[in-house]
């Protein structure tokens, strides 16, 4: 059974830093494309950041320079450091597992259950 377990969210400050971590568990961790996604009230999800299984990082650009995503694929975890934060970072986050796959045939794709991160102004 495939799980992914978020922790780390909670309430902050305007400014202040935040760090969430995501367990993985029933996957061959270090095959997966490993992100975090968010998504608002009244708002679609969204890509924060990606950490490909070949070691590449992709972030969306409304926190470069302020988010750090990481894994440790020996603890079967990904990481999302969040300094700086602002009002307009508060969502749920979810950690999003993907597996590629050849041409035709779907991504393997699992969610966490997410965890809410609420910035006060």
């Known amino acids: 059974q495939v799980q992914l377990v978020e922790s780390g969210g909670g309430l902050v400050q305007a400014g202040g830093s935040l760090r969430l971590s995501c367990a993985a568990s029933?996957?061959?961790?270090?095959?997966?494309?490993m992100a975090w996604y968010r998504q608002a009230p009244g708002k679609e999800r969204e890509l924060v950041a990606s950490f490909s299984a070949g070691g590449s990082t992709n972030y969306a650009d409304s926190v470069k320079g302020r988010f750090t995503i990481s894994r440790d694929n020996a603890k079967e975890t990904v990481y999302l450091q969040m300094n700086s934060l602002k009002p307009e970072d508060t969502a749920d986050y979810y950690c999003n597992a993907e597996l590629g796959a050849p041409p035709g045939r779907r991504p393997v794709n699992y969610w966490g259950q997410g965890t809410q991160v609420t910035v006060s102004s």
């Open positions: 029933g996957i061959i961790f270090s095959l997966y494309a």
